[in-house]
């Protein structure tokens, strides 16, 4: 039977008529002040960039713009094909094989993002009979993944390890995964991962820790969130991460144990129906490791630019969070005080993210500051005062 909401029309209208809705739905964001626009930047930009998120301002660092030129002079500008056909270089083999030992891990696998990597690790490590518990705050690709899954899919309050029991304990399905983000991308805090181990391992539960913000940040030398925890090559624990943060590139990779590793090969659609990493973003990620591991104080610098930032930015009256790792946010009063704020930080030669609903869990707006771990004292007190200056009002008492 069609499920129809309204009949169809008999005069059909003019072709173009079928995308008029896209037209109302802006204009409700617009009303909202959700508009979002791009902007193509310059290669020389002359603003400081406090909006992406090179962790340790590696991307353009001369010892990863060669590594992948010289991977793409060497291999070529694509991979060419799918990982398991032809899309796997020499170099994707030494990039899976240092970022495991990196990170303190069995087996790494690579991926072409952080989002591809979140979807194959949450499609292929569960099935109708898994309960996953996924963080209510957890980054948009782990909710995708939890979408695409075919498991009973339930969602914990956020940071809150004692929930995640009280679910695992009510369980109705055999196996079971709690998927976190080990750093909030909104507010920079970390996940209780120590706790939560102990509550999947008490449960015969497994643990998916997406480390996008804590690889290069967290842990010794930057070896990631899971190593900060002492979980580093847990038997129970996978862990993703992003190349594209930190290690100044593109692409992503999956963590663990090395018979997950051989499952996702065998079975993670993201990985088997996708042209493998460019080679020059996987000559850049394993240029920036081999730096990373040779000047393991960057993640230390960066920890600490953040928790300068984020005192001088309270020290300025304003709403800073309490940053676990490079991420500062301070807190707007609306959606388009945060938009105007950002365009005047613009103005005075300040690039800052700005986080309003629907990417804002709990509906708060938010200017979104990198702490580079490569930014001198003179830029960080540049980046407060401006900030502090175009604050617009209410910002103090934001939130
Ligand atoms: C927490 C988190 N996970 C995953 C991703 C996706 O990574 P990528 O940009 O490599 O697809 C991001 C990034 O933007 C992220 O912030």
Known sequence: MVNRVA???????APGAVFDWLDE???????????RTLRSRPADDPVLDLAGNDYLGL???????RAAADAALRWGGGATGSRLVTGTTALHTELEEELAAFC?????????????????ALTALTDPDTLIVSDAYNHASLIDGCRLARADVHRAPHSDPRAVADILAGRARRRAL?????????DGNAAPLAELATVTRRFGAALLVDDA??????????????????????????????LSKSLGSQGGAVLGPRRVVRHLVETARTFI???????????AALGALRLLRAE??????AREVARTLAARLTAAGLHASTPDAAVVSVRAPGPEAAVAWAADCRRAGLAVGCFRPPSVPDGVSRLRLTARGDLTDTQIADAVRIIAATAPEGAETAG
């Open 273 to 283: 129906f996708d042209t493998g990493l460019a080679p020059a973003a996987t000559g």
């Open 296 to 301: 393991p104080h960057r993640a230390d610098r």
């Open 59 to 65: 991307t353009r660092h001369p010892a990863v713009t």
């Open 178 to 186: 709690v998927v976190t983000d080990s750093v909030f991308s909104v």
């Open 25 to 35: 739905t802006a204009e409700q964001r617009a009303a909202a002040g959700l508009t």
């Open 213 to 242: 913000h804590g690889l290069g940040v967290l842990g010794p030398g930057g070896a990631g969130a899971p190593a900060a925890a002492g979980l580093a090559g847990a038997p129970d624990l996978v862990t993703t991460v992003t």
């Open 104 to 120: 303190g891990a069995e087996a790494a696998l690579v991926f072409s993002s952080g989002y591809t990597a979140n979807l194959a």
């Open 7 to 13: 009949p169809a029309p008999s005069v059909p209208a």
